[in-house]
């Protein structure tokens, strides 16, 4: 394993002037995060089975005391040195909070507990329920949930909060916006779907290949990241949806008011008024950080207008009654003024955005121009958190051209670009590799990293066996990532330079395409599933058509599924003149659907009633492609 290296005098001197553009002499957060703090949590936290699910020393080497290092931005610094402070709070009379990068809400109402957020892990979501009966004594009942929004961190804990038989028999609701339909196909479509390039690159932004130390993982902003080493995700799909503003439910004894609030930070949000503890959360909507309009990880392109419209909203309805702001991320804000101040200028944040880069589009700029000249007045700018923790501004401007214009940036010459392998050995043919090996290994020693990257691009995408030019870029990477203020830039460049110097080893992956999400997928959404693992060209002259009868506790439900064009479809009920008949729990027909190849064991292993030629399933199998959780991003 290659060592990092020691930011340059360049890298040094960049984050050392950084500091002029924060309020560095700001220290308040540093009381409000303690605020409330009952205890912390354990350094090592393990499940039922042994398993360890929290390493808190795996950021001991950040404290209040050690000085940022030359490798690390002073303000991502700053941020690390907050983020990591995990505990047990009680942030007001009826509320808490178990803050694990993943912060699980719990409100004690007269006549139970209401769960607000999960977190994404069952084992962790179980330990922090223990721990909070623990400390404060609390026996009361889990008698509701609420899903603020459908990223798989807000409910992939759900099964540690509560058993699964309970909310089926309506005894738990589960609060979520939207339809049920709608929450489902975005949570578990979001999260499946793409789950396997999604997952590749969370390696990437959110530092999972990366040592602790100030030359890795510095935090992940929005959470520590200290508890990615045992993921063990779930979902319990909603069963009370919000699907209008100024919709009400009386929650354990208390009213919950809710805002929907869609294609904001997530495709299905909703904002939350407790009025008898004067609590209000904007969920994802308004934290200590800027947030994605485009998340890079990978998700649907989200409205920055939306964001500041339903913040103001909520300004209108709650903005002179609010004491406290909770998020499900960060810390809270105390005191009606401080909360006003805080959403108002995280409102003016995504607005300010949304009108500059569309200002910029209409005189004629790129994304990326616009991109390059875009500033926070320092009226929001200099505001903590307004700051670059989880989104950053450079691509934020570039997602706002991607939600309101499309794609393609305005240059006809990137409407039908060569193949950046094919562009890359065209440009060593006409250039030299010598030539620009040489224009790389200058700008590395000038300090000129970006312009490093782009042209050492060429050489490492033209020959991926280039030693040389893999090591020099990968020096380029490695002090750009330091210079970040954006953790998932950081995390990008940095894993970039360990893959260019190692290869791809196969750590940091974060499946989020877990047995329990598939098995939880409404069966339209299995068929999309199977969908997206057709080889189409493969596909193109078979005819297929299967019938499958799913049984289950709802009943039996049919479908008719069949390939043709290259294209698999499928709609409910039967079909007449299908090749085979498969009938049996929806785990087993999910397992055929997705590895047919085993078809044989499958059937037998769960006694699967089949009619007709069960050969449909070896010529399923043939055009069934498989994914690469390791595929390359940083070599062609």
């Known amino acids: 394993m290659a060592e990092p290296k020691k930011a340059t005098p360049f890298t040094a001197e960049i984050n050392k002037a950084a500091a002029a553009r924060y309020a560095m002499e700001d220290r308040a957060d540093f009381a409000d995060i303690d605020r409330g703090l009952i205890t912390r949590l354990p350094d090592k936290m393990h499940n039922k089975d042994g398993d360890l699910i929290r390493d808190g020393e795996l950021l001991a080497y950040i404290t209040d005391e050690t000085p940022c290092p030359d490798s690390v931005n002073p303000s991502l610094w700053r941020q690390s040195q907050l983020i990591k402070r995990e505990g047990l709070y009680q942030v007001v009379d009826g509320l808490y909070q178990i803050r694990i990068t993943m912060t699980l809400t719990i409100v004690d109402a007269p006549d139970g507990l209401v769960i607000i957020d999960t977190g994404d892990n069952v084992d962790l979501a179980a330990a922090s329920m223990e721990l909070f009966r623990k400390e404060t004594g609390n026996t009361k009942p889990v008698v509701a949930v609420i899903y603020t929004h459908t990223h798989f961190d807000h409910y992939g804990g759900v099964k540690g909060v509560v058993d699964e038989a309970d909310v089926a ?21 979001e999260n499946v779907i793409t789950g396997n390039a999604m997952s590749r690159r969370m390696g990437y932004t959110f530092g999972l290949l990366l040592p602790r130390c100030d030359c890795g993982i510095v935090t992940a902003g929005l959470g520590a990241g200290d508890s990615a080493m045992h993921p063990n995700f779930s979902y319990i799909a909603p069963t009370d949806p919000v699907t209008r503003t100024g919709e009400k439910r009386t929650l354990g004894g208390w009213d919950f008011e809710f805002l929907y609030a ?9 904002h939350i008024w407790i009025p008898a503890i004067k609590a209000l959360t904007c969920a994802e909507n308004a934290n200590h950080a800027m947030h994605n309009i485009q998340t890079i990880r990978g998700a649907r392109t989200r409205d920055a207008r939306n964001f500041a419209r ?12 609010a004491e406290v702001h909770f998020g499900p991320h960060t810390w809270p804000v105390w005191g009606n003024e401080n909360v006003v101040t805080f959403l108002e200028s995280q409102r003016d944040m995504y607005k300010y955005i949304h009108d500059q880069s569309l200002r910029h589009a209409n005189q004629g700029l790129t994304p990326l121009e616009a991109a390059e000249i875009v500033e926070l007045p320092d009226a929001i700018g200099r505001k903590w958190y307004n700051r670059y923790y989880h989104g950053g501004l450079h691509h934020n401007v570039r997602a706002v051209f991607h939600k309101e214009l499309g794609f393609w940036d305005g240059d006809p010459a990137t409407i039908l670009p060569l193949l950046p392998d094919d562009n890359a050995k065209r440009h060593v043919r006409l250039i030299g590799r010598d030539k620009i090996l040489a224009e790389g290994r200058q700008a590395v020693e000038s300090g000129d990293y970006r312009w490093a990257i782009q042209v050492l691009h060429h050489l490492v995408f033209a020959d991926p066996d280039d030693t040389e030019a893999r090591d020099l870029q990968a020096d380029a990477y490695e002090q750009l990532g330091y210079q970040q203020e954006v953790p998932q830039y950081r995390g990008i460049f940095l894993g970039a330079a360990k893959e260019l110097r190692e290869g791809v080893s196969g750590e940091g992956q974060l499946n989020t395409d877990s047995l329990d999400t598939i098995l939880a997928m409404p069966v339209d959404l299995l068929f999309d599933f199977a969908g997206v693992h057709l080889d189409g060209p493969a596909a193109a002259g078979v005819d297929l058509r299967i019938n499958f009868t799913f049984t289950g506790p709802a009943g039996e439900q049919p479908w008719t599924m069949w390939i043709r064009n290259g294209v698999l479809n499928a709609r409910p ?29 499958t059937i037998d292993r769960y006694s699967l009633t089949t009619e007709g030629d069960t050969g449909a399933l070896a010529t399923l199998a043939k055009v069934t492609d498989t994914f690469d959780p390791h595929f390359n991003l940083v070599t062609p």
């Open 310 to 321: 339903y913040l103001d909203e909520t300004l209108v309805r709650w903005g002179d009654q």
């Open 573 to 601: 009920g039967h079909a007449d003149g299908a090749q085979l008949s498969v009938t049996g729990p929806k785990p087993a027909l999910a397992a055929l659907l997705l590895k047919p190849a085993d078809a044989a064991a």
């Open 169 to 189: 028999s309506g005894k738990i609701p589960i609060v979520a916006p939207g339809t049920i339909e709608s929450f489902n196909k975005h949570a578990i479509g």
């Open 262 to 270: 869609p294609d904001t930070e997530a495709p299905e949000e909703m």
